[in-house]
């Protein structure tokens, strides 16, 4: 299908001079100036109490965090749990769970628009209590139906890490 | 505590884009609004009001920090007292129950409750990004945070535990656009149809852009006060004003990740049994437990046993069609697994508008008679205290004075609610208003 109109692009003009009208009273009616400008900044981000996650992916171990105190057992791990506040103990997870729900996302935040469609999933585990957010890969996105739920799948690890969740994603079971 | 009065206030039309008035301005064009319909001049007002609540939620859109300051000297405020407050897409309504709490507890007799967003100072996928930083930044926002994702996967969830459907989401979406027709203030004012929405992009399977709410600029204001802050304002204008009482607030918080909801036991309202729930688990990623506490608590207050029958409308926060039919049974209009239904029964439907299509129970309870997030817009910081105004002028029966039109007024309504609510149910406020006696 051809588009009837020429995309819009955010690239504007460089302009230096506005011209004033004599009469100051007409100011008013100035159509408002609209300036571009850019902003960018690294953060020197710890990881901190979160950190032996991102250290367990880099060697193909997906861990949680286990409560010392009540058992509780978190998928996405924190240090303390938030059903009892005990300490919590890093603890290796199932790398084989279901897929608890899901969605496939045709549009994203800017930084994962080049993405799409991409495929996220909540995956719940065997004897653990809460989930766990990550991407599902090896599922025809446009395929997309209720019957997933419950679909099993398997962890697996970028080879190269780049401690960010995403050194971890799920693939169906026999795939 | 004291008795706390809504008054008056003041909207500042949302649209995708204002860039002829910054915040300030747009703020200033709300407050105006409400300072006018009680009789009161800016000059005046400057001597009767005692402090103030600012409302916004992101300083990635504003990138000027504590913009509430200059909100406050824009209106001619200072040096009296304010606050800024934040948490999500709840902003709006966690401020009007701050402006509640400072009235009510005898700090200040008049209170300006004002909230605005621009989100138009950067592209649609830029601001999902910011919008997405309101989840945990080390484990869900970079797996591909996306707000509308992380709601497709709960309603995902209603629709494979409770048989919920596209279509009953479409008809929340046909509903609050048509309702939106008679709204002059808001962003999105349409008739469509089921097919309309179900033929729209696709977003994050299975939301639709008709199933989603849009960014937006504006600004709103509501004023709130005590009683001697109603006697104060009577006699600086000469007029009474007609207020409304906050007779009920009620909120609660989950926890930041989906993935660490619980699977428990349901938290029942009065008016329901613990088999009525057997075997489900709850909340699960598709309920919100904070939505409940917060209803629970609200209705306590306010002496609610059966909101459907003691309700006259609710304005809620529909920032997805999903969320809203969530949010009926969050709120107790109907059980949990039963929102698909109610819509389609028609319930929450303008009883007198003309949707094209036949419903069965049509109008027993208006949601969103404005038309809501989906079709007046989400201006964050502004909407839950635009939804505080649309619900004051509901119980003033001003309607036609404000919208140019009686079609969007509740007949007779006494009592209404509105509910703010952030990023997948992190935090919830519900806040019962009455009419004034």
């Given at each position: 299908m051809s588009e009837s109109r020429v995309p819009e692009e955010e690239e504007g003009t460089v302009l230096f001079r506005v011209p004033l009208p004599k009469d100051l009273g007409a100011l008013r009616e100035l159509a408002p100036l609209i300036i571009k400008h850019h902003y960018e900044i690294?953060?020197?981000?710890?990881?901190?109490?979160?950190?032996?996650?991102?250290?367990?992916?880099?060697?193909?171990?997906?861990?949680?965090?286990?409560?010392?105190?009540?058992?509780?057992?978190?998928?996405?791990?924190?240090?303390?749990?938030?059903?009892?506040?005990?300490?919590?103990?890093?603890?290796?997870?199932?790398?084989?769970?279901?897929?608890?729900?899901?969605?496939?996302?045709?549009?994203?935040?800017?930084?994962?628009?080049?993405?799409?469609?991409?495929?996220?999933?909540?995956?719940?585990?065997?004897?653990?209590?809460?989930?766990?957010?990550?991407?599902?890969?090896?599922?025809?996105?446009?395929?997309?139906?209720?019957?997933?739920?419950?679909?099993?799948?398997?962890?697996?690890?970028?080879?190269?890490?780049?401690f960010r969740p995403t050194d971890v994603y799920f693939v169906p079971i026999g795939t | 505590m004291r008795p706390v009065y809504a008054v008056s206030g003041g909207v500042s039309k949302f649209a995708r884009a204002r860039p002829e008035l910054d915040f300030r301005g747009m703020v200033k064009e709300a407050y105006d609004y409400a300072l006018t319909d009680l009789h009161l001049t800016p000059q005046r007002a400057r001597e009767i009001v005692d402090g103030t609540i600012c409302s916004y939620f992101s300083d990635h859109f504003t990138r000027q920090l504590k913009a509430g300051s200059m909100v406050q000297d824009y209106l001619g405020l200072c040096p009296k007292p304010g606050k800024r407050i934040e948490g999500g897409?709840?902003?709006?309504?966690?401020?009007?129950?701050?402006?509640?709490?400072?009235?009510?507890?005898?700090r200040f007799d008049i209170c300006v409750v004002y909230g605005f967003e621009t989100m138009s100072r950067v592209n649609t996928w830029k601001g999902n990004e910011f919008i997405a930083l309101a989840s945990d930044t080390n484990?869900?926002?970079?797996?591909?945070?996306?707000?509308?994702?992380?709601?497709?996967?709960?309603?995902?969830?209603?629709?494979?535990?409770f048989g919920t459907t596209v279509d009953q989401m479409a008809l929340v979406s046909v509903k609050n656009h048509r309702n939106a027709l008679h709204n002059p203030y808001a962003q999105k004012r349409r008739q469509?149809?089921?097919?309309?929405?179900?033929?729209?992009?696709?977003?994050?399977?299975?939301?639709?852009?008709?199933?989603?709410?849009?960014?937006?600029?504006?600004?709103?204001?509501?004023?709130?006060?005590?009683?001697?802050?109603?006697?104060?304002?009577?006699?600086?204008?000469?007029?009474?004003?007609?207020?409304?009482?906050?007779?009920?607030?009620?909120?609660?918080?989950?926890?930041?990740?989906?993935?660490?909801?619980?699977?428990?036991?349901?938290?029942?309202?009065?008016?329901?049994?613990?088999?009525?729930?057997?075997?489900?688990?709850?909340?699960?990623?598709?309920?919100?437990?904070?939505?409940?506490t917060a209803a629970k608590a609200a209705y306590q207050m306010a002496g609610i046993t059966n909101p459907l029958e003691e309700l006259d409308f609710i304005e809620l926060?529909?920032?997805?069609?999903?969320?809203?039919?969530?949010?009926?049974?969050?709120?107790?209009?109907?059980?949990?697994?039963?929102?698909?239904?109610?819509?389609?029964?028609?319930?929450?439907?303008?009883?007198?508008?003309?949707?094209?299509?036949?419903?069965?129970?049509q109008g027993r309870i208006p949601i969103n008679p404005s038309g809501g997030l989906i079709a007046c817009g989400h201006p964050v910081g502004a909407t839950g205290i635009m939804q505080g105004v649309f619900a004051l002028w509901q119980l003033q029966g001003s309607i036609h004075t404000h919208f140019g039109s009686d079609v969007l007024q509740v007949k007779n309504a006494r009592r209404g609610a509105i509910h703010s609510h952030a990023g997948t149910g992190t935090y919830v406020v519900i806040s019962i208003l009455e009419k004034g006696e």
């Open positions: 690294d953060y020197i981000h710890s990881y901190a109490q979160d950190s032996p996650f991102f250290a367990g992916l880099a060697n193909k171990r997906l861990l949680g965090t286990r409560c010392g105190n009540c058992n509780y057992t978190y998928a996405t791990p924190r240090a303390h749990c938030m059903e009892c506040g005990g300490p919590c103990d890093w603890v290796d997870l199932p790398q084989e769970g279901q897929i608890h729900t899901f969605t496939v996302c045709y549009y994203g935040s800017e930084a994962f628009l080049k993405e799409t469609p991409f495929i996220l999933a909540l995956i719940e585990f065997p004897g653990v209590d809460t989930l766990f957010l990550t991407r599902v890969v090896g599922l025809d996105p446009q395929a997309s139906s209720l019957d997933w739920i419950g679909m099993a799948v398997k962890a697996k690890f970028r080879r190269l890490s780049t | 897409g709840a902003t709006g309504g966690l401020a009007v129950q701050s402006g509640w709490e400072a009235v009510a507890s005898g484990f869900d926002y970079p797996v591909g945070g996306f707000y509308s994702g992380y709601y497709a996967m709960m309603v995902v969830r209603h629709m494979k535990e469509i149809t089921i097919e309309d929405v179900r033929r729209a992009e696709m977003v994050a399977w299975p939301l639709t852009m008709l199933d989603i709410c849009v960014m937006s600029d504006g600004a709103a204001a509501l004023i709130l006060c005590s009683e001697d802050g109603l006697n104060t304002l009577h006699k600086a204008t000469g007029h009474t004003p007609l207020p409304a009482k906050i007779t009920g607030v009620g909120g609660g918080l989950d926890a930041m990740r989906m993935a660490d909801r619980p699977h428990g036991e349901v938290i029942l309202l009065p008016h329901e049994k613990p088999e009525d729930y057997r075997g489900l688990n709850y909340p699960g990623v598709h309920s919100f437990r904070a939505g409940r926060h529909d920032a997805y069609t999903s969320s809203e039919i969530q949010t009926y049974e969050d709120m107790g209009l109907c059980r949990y697994g039963e929102g698909g239904k109610f819509v389609e029964s028609g319930t929450p439907f303008m009883p007198a508008v003309d949707y094209g299509y036949h419903f069965p129970e």
